[in-house]
């Protein structure tokens, strides 16, 4: 990588993603901080880092005067994002990068003229708005181990050591509900403060070839200043999370990670009617370092945080999200604007066969769910895939009514399929995919949904279209729909997009999905003015002309 110290003129050349390697960088000696004046912005991507394997495992306890850290390079060359776009950062940090057999250890050394004003909120795990965004000190990285531009992984911690870590995707995909099992540990010192993380190579996936190379970008947040500092660094107007990675070169000989995790569990209970037993299991099985297998027998929901209660005066149905870690590991694979699967279906409250009249006692909160598999991964031409069976039991009920008090069906025994593919197409970042779902009741009748969906993504991610055409097939009915989004981003001051979609009115994807209402159709597009830069007293401006016809 580009390094600070004095060297004669020197030409760096990086090969990322199969791309063919060219100029990115000049730097001349004696020019101190010269990445920060001699730099192309949409270059910046390529440029790398390097990880050192240490043969001396550091000690995560945010201390880093262990001689193993001095072995690693420094990555310092940090620029500032925000307020100011690729200028230089107000204060110094400096990143290493360590790994062995089973994980990358990486350190953050924070330098602050002013630590008494490092901001270290207390909140609980994966709480973003409260405990980083711009209300704490933090550090972060972001990692794309499949090397694809397009999915990754992003791990944080603020000054207080209170953790975060969420799967990112596409252009604005943000899956919290992913909780790894990672370390951190942070020290606040007279220089200001540092972190260490060890970080598994069995939580990620990745092609476990002999020589590995992963996107990666670092970041520090500096509160007093509200200030965001990055490396490689990336314009504002950057499009797609993961494209602007820069490239992490260094690993290689990494042993296969098949890690195997069993959680299971014992309920005993005792109620007014009926003593209660259960028992289940959870567990997960890395096949490779690029698939994963789950595995699920009558989940326990009371590992689940409880839902909020809402008040719905609509018509619509209230959204809930998903909190069962077998369901919510992966999710963001079979999210889609147009939502084909909804997995808080799976093990819903009985309801299919309600009466119209009397009244129906004893009816379980929750529909059983006997086991569930699921199986996700990618293989080395770039093809993701993810599989989902499960099946829920058949759930009685006692029936009132005037004259008679019987037992009767309320929820048939049930089999859920859900599957998609996802390949790569034109380039690495525009992906097609194709999703099918399928639920099949026992002698009654099912509902099976396919989609066609795209990603599309040239000039940097500047130009790009996404959309879908579905297919819904439901107690025999038929429904169509169709979504289409299009738009250009300028790197320095417009955008401009447009959309169209339509549901009609059999459309239905609810015994497996989740849609508020069919039979409807929309149109709309938006022009953007934008100075990026603060403007006098303003640290943004835009102006916006939108249209939009439902």
């Not at 009617?273 to 297998?293: H, P």
Request: glycine residues 8%.
């Amino acid at each position: 990588m580009i390094s600070t110290l004095a060297q004669s003129t020197n030409i760096i050349m990086s090969v990322r993603r199969h791309c063919i390697p060219f100029l990115i960088f000049l730097t001349t000696s004696g020019l101190g901080q010269s990445y920060l004046t001699n730099f192309h912005p949409d270059s910046l991507r390529f440029k790398p880092a390097t990880a050192v394997r240490c043969f001396e495992t550091p000690v995560i306890d945010g201390i880093l005067d262990e001689a193993v850290w001095q072995s690693a390079l420094p990555v310092d060359e940090f620029f500032q994002t925000n307020p100011l776009e690729l200028t230089p950062p107000s204060e110094k940090t400096i990143v290493r990068i360590l790994y062995d057999d089973n994980s990358l250890y990486i350190s953050f050394q924070n330098y602050d003229s002013q630590p008494d004003k490092i901001k270290r909120p207390l909140t609980r795990r994966d709480i973003w708005m409260e405990g980083f965004n711009s209300n704490a000190d933090w550090v972060g990285l972001s990692i794309d181990s499949q090397n694809n531009d397009l999915n990754g992984y992003f791990i944080a911690v603020n000054a207080a050591g209170i953790k975060i870590d969420v799967i990112i995707s596409g252009q604005q995909g943000y899956d919290n509900s992913w909780d790894a099992v990672w370390d951190v540990a942070v020290n606040m010192n007279d220089e200001g403060w540092s972190a260490e993380f060890q970080i598994p190579f069995a939580i990620f996936q990745f092609k476990n070839s002999e020589v590995i190379t992963w996107g990666i970008e670092f970041e520090r947040h500096i509160h007093r200043l509200q200030e965001q500092n990055m490396w490689p660094g990336r314009r504002k107007s950057a499009q797609g999370i993961v494209y602007s990675l820069g490239v992490l070169n260094g690993l290689k000989d990494i042993p296969a990670q098949k890690q195997l995790e069993v959680l299971p569990y014992t309920l005993i209970g005792q109620g007014k009617q009926k003593n209660q037993f259960d028992v289940g299991v959870d567990a997960r099985y890395g096949l490779s370092s690029s698939s994963v297998f789950n595995l699920t027998f009558n989940p326990d929901f009371g590992q689940v945080e409880a839902d909020p209660s809402v008040l719905n005066l609509t018509a619509f149905e209230t959204f809930y999200e998903e909190k069962r870690p077998f369901f919510s590991e992966g999710a963001d694979f079979f999210n889609q604007r147009s939502q084909l699967f909804h997995s808080r279906r799976i093990g819903k409250s009985p309801d299919y066969l309600l009466p119209e009249d009397g009244e129906i006692e004893n009816v379980p909160k929750n529909t059983t769910i006997l086991g569930a598999v699921k199986l996700m991964g990618n293989t080395a031409s770039g093809l993701n895939y993810g599989v989902i069976e499960a099946v829920t039991s058949e759930e009685r009920g006692t029936w009132i009514t005037d004259s008679s008090r019987s037992q009767l069906i309320i929820e048939p025994q049930t089999n859920y399929f859900i599957g998609r593919l996802e390949t790569p197409v034109i380039n690495d970042i525009s992906r097609v995919g194709l999703m099918m779902t399928d639920v099949a009741r026992l002698k009654y009748p099912g509902a099976t949904v396919t989609g066609l969906d795209w990603k599309l993504n040239f000039l940097d991610n500047r130009l790009f279209s996404t959309g879908q055409v579905i297919h819904s097939s439901t107690n025999g009915t038929s429904g169509n729909a169709f979504r289409f989004n299009a738009g250009y981003t300028d790197p320095v001051w417009w955008s401009v997009r447009f959309w169209y979609g339509y549901y009609d009115d059999t459309f239905d994807v609810n015994d497996l999905g989740f849609l508020r209402r069919n039979n409807i159709n929309w149109a709309g597009g938006r022009i953007e003015l934008r100075k990026q830069e603060p403007w006098g007293k303003f640290l943004n401006n835009d102006f916006e002309l939108k249209f939009m016809r439902k």
